[in-house]
């Protein structure tokens, strides 16, 4: 392999792993159902499902103080 890590070549590359990595966030971060599919999507949410009930409703209670402080 010719790229040598911090060269140009390495650094145009990285550059654009991470615009690729923005675009597909840009594009699907309202709508994680197309993103993963049907199957993983349910899945998701069973996961999500679970960890509610194991934790004593953390992800809802995390949820509700990020949009509190999202708010002020």
Request: proline share 0%; hydrophobic share 35%; aromatic share 12%.
């Amino acid at each position: 392999n010719n790229t040598v890590r911090g060269g140009v070549d390495w650094m145009r590359k990285l550059a654009f792993r991470y615009r690729r990595i923005k675009d597909i966030f840009n594009t699907y971060r309202m709508d994680t159902q197309t993103l993963l599919g049907q199957q993983k999507y349910e899945e998701l949410l069973q996961l999500r499902l679970d960890i509610e009930s194991y934790t004593g409703s953390w992800l809802t209670l995390a949820s509700k103080a990020l949009n509190i402080i999202k708010q002020r």
